[in-house]
């Protein structure tokens, strides 16, 4: 089974130019509408961590199965001896928790009498719409992994086989090595994956059970996948604190959801006191999930404005900032063993090379959630801002670049891809790294190249790879028990 030892983190690491002008061209693109797909809301672009990949990439929408083949990827001389890819599951059912929140939303607007809903009154036809639209989802759905999510995965399979063909070989099949977190999104996920390359093999053919294909089925590693869960010192500041997400409440009460909060309730033609911004905030989610899993475009969506939307991305991205990025330092030092690991799999393969040994596990794939990548990109100095995201600057931040749907939708994906290069002029130059963030070359933070040697990116995150111990960053402080008094 794959596994991880820890490390320990110290500072993070500033963006650079280039990687803000990466991430404006990535957004300028993703706000492009396609023509080609009716379904699509105007609102796509602002729906946070429930975006669809293809609103990331947009040509996809047309050709779901054409790689789009980064310009800045190395070849000729350089040739990829391994991959290793840390990968959202693909589009999932709500939670049961949101559908019981939705079905409460419903019970408000049926609650309205007959006279609520007149044809005259604006809004009207809309709320009476929406207490007949049917809810479409059950408890046991439960953040299920969607026949759709299943589809981003083979997809996704085929595109990055098209990529790195050598990799991805007939021969090496036997030699995938796959690792998922516990949840069943995302053993699915890895299941779906193998089985769209397995089609690719073996076209016409229907896949067999995972468990009878030469890798095997995914392994499962929570203490890598699901680091969080095993962090004390993350569960007892954040996740069970309170206190910890004083922002995202803070924002809940503030001027721009009120504002917000009022439009709805006068378009859905409700008291405002029973709505609140949980309420409103799993309406908005509704009109993405009716979107990425049924591919309608709901009468939820009509509820909202484009200010509307941009309000209540902030809202989810106040959440994630401050949960999974850089609200609190124990949110990415927590990621550090599997930051680690990834490397201990890329010094093996250059080891393997060095010794003109073949490399065992030329493609690595661990399958997770937005909450296993977003700390990771924090981790390594992504997608930081210049000032915090808080309740109070929501007009500063309209252009951060902190927006959680842009890094990671469904099925979002970080790749490092370790190439040999065999006219180096130095041995240092023989081995080169490059990262892609969503099939796009992610530029690297410490040098604003498309590309790294692989020992300076190591020297670059040495602190973590060498430094970082996950048992000791995520140990509690010692409570002092002894009196100071006299």
């Given at each position: 089974m794959l596994c991880a030892r820890g490390c320990r983190l110290r500072a993070s690491v500033a963006p650079t130019a280039a990687l803000a002008a990466a991430l404006l061209s990535?957004?300028?693109?993703?706000?492009?509408?396609?023509?080609?797909?009716?379904a699509a809301s105007a609102l796509s672009p602002y729906f946070g961590t429930k975006t669809r990949y293809e609103d990331v990439n947009p040509g996809l929408l047309l050709e779901p199965e054409t790689p789009r083949r980064d310009p800045a990827l190395l070849e000729g001389t350089c040739t990829p001896v391994q991959l290793v890819a840390l990968i959202r599951h693909g589009t999932r059912y709500p939670t049961a928790k949101q559908i019981r929140k939705l079905r409460q939303l419903q019970g408000v607007l049926q609650a309205r009498g007959p006279e609520d809903g007149r044809p005259g009154v604006a809004g009207g036809g809309l709320s009476a719409a929406l207490a007949d639209w049917p809810l479409g989802y059950a408890d046991w759905m439960d953040g299920q992994l969607v026949e759709k999510g299943r589809q981003d995965m083979r997809q996704l399979a085929r595109r990055l086989a098209s990529l790195f063909p050598a990799l991805f070989s007939r021969e090496n099949y036997g030699r995938l090595r796959l690792v998922t977190s516990s949840k069943h999104r995302c053993v699915d996920s890895g299941a779906a994956f193998l089985q769209g390359l397995w089609q690719l093999y073996h076209p016409g053919r229907a896949p067999p059970d995972v468990a009878d294909m030469e890798c095997g089925p995914p392994r499962i590693n929570d203490q890598l996948m699901r680091f969080f869960d095993h962090c004390e010192k993350f569960l007892t500041e954040v996740e069970r604190n309170a206190t910890a997400l004083y922002h995202v409440e803070a924002f809940k009460t503030g001027p721009e959801m009120q504002k917000t909060l009022k439009k709805v309730a006068a378009t859905l033609q409700v008291p405002v006191n029973d709505l609140n911004a949980d309420l409103i905030q799993v309406a908005f989610f509704t009109c993405s999930f009716d979107l990425a899993i049924k591919g309608v475009k709901s009468p939820w969506c009509d509820v909202f404005?484009?200010?509307?939307?941009?309000?209540?991305?902030?809202?989810?991205?106040?959440?994630?900032?401050?949960?999974?990025?850089?609200?609190?330092?124990?949110?990415?030092?927590?990621?550090?063993?599997?930051?680690?690991?990834?490397?201990q799999h890329l010094d093996k393969a250059v080891e393997q090379k060095q010794r003109s040994q073949p490399v065992s596990s030329p493609v690595i794939l661990q399958f997770?959630?937005?909450?296993?990548?977003?700390?990771?990109?924090?981790?390594?100095?992504?997608?930081?801002?210049?000032?915090?995201?808080?309740?109070?600057?929501?007009?500063?931040?309209?252009?951060?670049?902190?927006?959680?749907?842009?890094?990671v939708p469904y099925a979002s994906n970080l790749i490092f891809v370790l190439y040999h290069c065999e006219n180096a002029k130095t041995p240092e130059e023989k081995f080169q790294v490059q990262m892609l963030l969503n099939e796009k070359v992610l530029p690297l933070a410490h040098s604003q190249e498309t590309v790294s040697l692989y020992e300076d990116l190591k020297n670059h995150y040495k602190d973590i790879l060498h430094s970082c111990q996950t048992s000791e960053e995520c140990k509690l402080p010692k409570v002092n028990t002894t009196s100071d008094e006299l």
């Amino acid at each position: 089974m794959l596994c991880a030892r820890g490390c320990r983190l110290r500072a993070s690491v500033a963006p650079t130019a280039a990687l803000a002008a990466a991430l404006l061209s990535t957004l300028a693109r993703c706000s492009l509408r396609e023509p080609k797909d009716p379904a699509a809301s105007a609102l796509s672009p602002y729906f946070g961590t429930k975006t669809r990949y293809e609103d990331v990439n947009p040509g996809l929408l047309l050709e779901p199965e054409t790689p789009r083949r980064d310009p800045a990827l190395l070849e000729g001389t350089c040739t990829p001896v391994q991959l290793v890819a840390l990968i959202r599951h693909g589009t999932r059912y709500p939670t049961a928790k949101q559908i019981r929140k939705l079905r409460q939303l419903q019970g408000v607007l049926q609650a309205r009498g007959p006279e609520d809903g007149r044809p005259g009154v604006a809004g009207g036809g809309l709320s009476a719409a929406l207490a007949d639209w049917p809810l479409g989802y059950a408890d046991w759905m439960d953040g299920q992994l969607v026949e759709k999510g299943r589809q981003d995965m083979r997809q996704l399979a085929r595109r990055l086989a098209s990529l790195f063909p050598a990799l991805f070989s007939r021969e090496n099949y036997g030699r995938l090595r796959l690792v998922t977190s516990s949840k069943h999104r995302c053993v699915d996920s890895g299941a779906a994956f193998l089985q769209g390359l397995w089609q690719l093999y073996h076209p016409g053919r229907a896949p067999p059970d995972v468990a009878d294909m030469e890798c095997g089925p995914p392994r499962i590693n929570d203490q890598l996948m699901r680091f969080f869960d095993h962090c004390e010192k993350f569960l007892t500041e954040v996740e069970r604190n309170a206190t910890a997400l004083y922002h995202v409440e803070a924002f809940k009460t503030g001027p721009e959801m009120q504002k917000t909060l009022k439009k709805v309730a006068a378009t859905l033609q409700v008291p405002v006191n029973d709505l609140n911004a949980d309420l409103i905030q799993v309406a908005f989610f509704t009109c993405s999930f009716d979107l990425a899993i049924k591919g309608v475009k709901s009468p939820w969506c009509d509820v909202f404005d484009i200010d509307d939307a941009k309000v209540l991305e902030y809202l989810n991205d106040l959440k994630q900032y401050w949960k999974r990025g850089y609200g609190y330092t124990i949110n990415s030092r927590s990621s550090c063993s599997l930051f680690q690991d990834i490397f201990q799999h890329l010094d093996k393969a250059v080891e393997q090379k060095q010794r003109s040994q073949p490399v065992s596990s030329p493609v690595i794939l661990q399958f997770g959630h937005a909450e296993t990548l977003l700390p990771l990109l924090s981790l390594m100095g992504y997608f930081k801002d210049k000032e915090p995201l808080t309740a109070y600057n929501y007009e500063k931040q309209m252009h951060r670049k902190f927006r959680s749907g842009q890094i990671v939708p469904y099925a979002s994906n970080l790749i490092f891809v370790l190439y040999h290069c065999e006219n180096a002029k130095t041995p240092e130059e023989k081995f080169q790294v490059q990262m892609l963030l969503n099939e796009k070359v992610l530029p690297l933070a410490h040098s604003q190249e498309t590309v790294s040697l692989y020992e300076d990116l190591k020297n670059h995150y040495k602190d973590i790879l060498h430094s970082c111990q996950t048992s000791e960053e995520c140990k509690l402080p010692k409570v002092n028990t002894t009196s100071d008094e006299l």
